[in-house]
């Protein structure tokens, strides 16, 4: 029997493990259960490192889910959920537990252990409960526990979900992270009827657990709180603490362990110093390989499959968790490196609090054939001592990569027993928060982990996460639920519009910012109503060839089929709209979400966080109508890349190229034409946009963590033609399809660079008239005629010979008693020009 992995600390230590008695007379010892370490921690010298756990040790995936399983039994039959054969079904796989760790036939036993745990469980009654588990080290144990018990969990987390709010909140005393939040989807959750179980690695003192308790009694008291621990080590004085708490609330705190005993260390015993785990850049020079890159799970991982308990977890997702587990792990097995003896063996890591989803694609992978151990990574500093008995023989340390209460790089992360193995490859599990630049940078975990596998594959699955979420219809707009995901705060409770001529003077004098209120929605009369239907008859052609042309040209310039189209809300939305039923037509599901982008304040960093938290960043595709002199593609450029460089996205950031319909003034190198010609979702407001205002930032109602703002104009459905709209150019798709795909093709071989011709035309415009400043000359039908609807305007400039475009402009011009004034040199249909308050701030 090969040596116990915690004899080298506790000969130095004087550290003592003594056993209780089981009732039972059955199950592991305590010394099967953990070996010891030394920590990086004057407090507490010692730290029980787990075999089954898979948290410093990587260990078959089989034993890991054995383990948590068999907790998870010992609850059920603690609490009357196995019946009168409790120990008939416990004991085999007690026994397998043991004989495996052990050092037991491994394969046999293993496989054994695995099936004995399967059976135990199908004899499990249902019933009520909740389980709560314990980050990082419990996130997997407590889902595997609540897996047993058939019962909804939910996992501590000390990740910060921008918007949502923490339901219960507690900190670990003895810990070097010590904030715990609580961050359920619907709070209702904790109030959940039947015992409440927590669960963790070890229970050593109670007090966390207690602490827990008191929170959770404090919102939603009941009867009965289990705690259930791999091991129990209190002292008894613990013990009394316990039981006088539970006095104290009048409630039942029982305590459920595979093992119970104390650990115990004399007084002022301190741990031998040790040198630091270097971080990659300090350590040796030698060429390391590049991660090979493992596609983004797309289908494999759907958005919406639950990738953890962070935001709570319900038995029904399981199985949806596990067909997604198989589908990454045959995407990682494709991508394996050859193995001719067939001996080598697979490492998964995942990544501290992420523990369930990379353990389920380890065993995919382990039955698939591919020998696998799963382990993850960790905050703890451990001492690494490559001693026989000593349970953490190798080491390495990074920077922190993970958006979490330390943030970026500001704290460095371990992964343990790593190099006690020649790995096949070392595959690790990241949710799209914690893919940042940091990852792949020269102290990130990639490259600390690279010089122990000829291949490294990161593996980025999305998240399914609280906080604010999209807006859809009809609740939200009036486009179909599939067509759009609004990641917009709801302001339509809000009385946001005010008169044209106070509103103007006030965003000119700088008062205020155009994006803080909204205009008043035009009413349009029949005439006008009359000439938009003509209109669309005419050009839903172009507007149909526009849109398979770019559409197009952006899937071949990026080289993939499987974009993320979103759209600037909300001009750019009908077209996202469409570009999504194009790829539609050709086999491709392109999700579809709106983002507000505002002038002078960027574009919403919290949309795009929701973005890139269940996307690759790469696959975005940001749309909008058209451009007019170039403003928002100028915003947009420099917004996505401070969003870039705030989100740590590094290279793997999100593209800063704008795909419009039309660009006629040359600032983006994606567009379906270059004409300025009539887009007709330009004529109307929200009546051809989704029954959606434009969108509002206004910081009296929308706060730090909080999508920007619109209105549903619910009131204007009798009015509504944004489905008449889609519809007509989604009629003329066959009739433009291929020539449109040749002026794609045609587009690809020229020079698309651009000029900012228009940007020119408009100082040109601004110097001649004499105005204060650029933002006040709008080019473009589409820009002219938002200066009708929405703005005071002072003159139109049109050029000669476009009337077929401008009919509805003039229209509008003649309504208001605004001059039109010809230009033959203009590059535009034409311009509108806003009325020039005594100053601009606009």
Known sequence: MSTWTGAWTAERLGVEVVAADRVDGAGPALTDLFGLALRVNPRRPHLLVSTVLAKHVPTDPRVVRAAGLLLGLEVAAHLGRLGAGADDALAPVRAGLVEVLRGGAEEEATAALDAAAADACATVAGGDGLVLGYAETATALGHLVACALRVPSVHSTRRRVPGAVPALGFDEAHSHATEHLVVPDDAALLAAPGPAVLVDDELSTGRTALGTIRALHAVAPREVYVIAALVDVRRAEDRAALA?????????IEVVALAAGEVRVPAGATAPGASAVPLPSEGASAPRPAP?????????????????????????????????????????AARLPQDPDGTGEVLVLGTEELMYAPLEVADALRRAGVPTRFSTTTRSPVQVRDVAGYAVRSGVRFVAHDRDADGYGEADRFAYNVASRPWRAIVVVLDRPSATAALRGPDGLLAALS???PAVLPVVLPVDAAGPGPLRGPDFGSYAADEVGWLLTDLSHVTLEGGREERERAIQSGEAHYAESLPTEYRPDAAYRALYAEQVGAVADRVAAAVVTVGDLARTTRGRDDLVVVSLARAGTPIGILLRRWAARQGWDWPHHAVSIVRDRGIDLTALRWLVDRYDPRRLLIVDGWTGKGAIARELAAAVASANDRLRLGERGVPADLAVLADPGECVELFGTRDDFLIPSACLNSTVSGLVSRTVLNTDLIGPHDFHGAK??????????????????????????????????????SDRTPTWSGWAAAEKLQAEHGLPSVNLVKPGVGETTRVLLRRVPWRVVVRPGRDADLRHVRLLAAERGVPVVEVDDLPYSCVGIIRPTEQDGS
């Open 244 to 252: 006088a708490a539970a006095a104290e609330l009048g409630a039942r």
């Open 451 to 453: 010089p122990h596998a």
């Open 712 to 749: 549903f104009y619910a009131e204007l459905a009798d009015e509504d033609v944004s489905g008449d709209y889609l519809d007509a150019v989604t009629a003329a798709f066959d009739a433009v399809e291929d020539d449109a795909r040749r002026e794609a093709e045609r587009l690809l071989a």
């Open 292 to 332: 090979v890159e493992v596609p983004d799970p797309g289908d494999a991982w759907p958005v919406g499959v639950r990738e953890s308990g962070r935001h709570g977890f319900a038995p029904e997702d399981e199985a949806p968790l596990r067909a997604a587990a198989e589908a990454v792990a045959a995407a990682v």
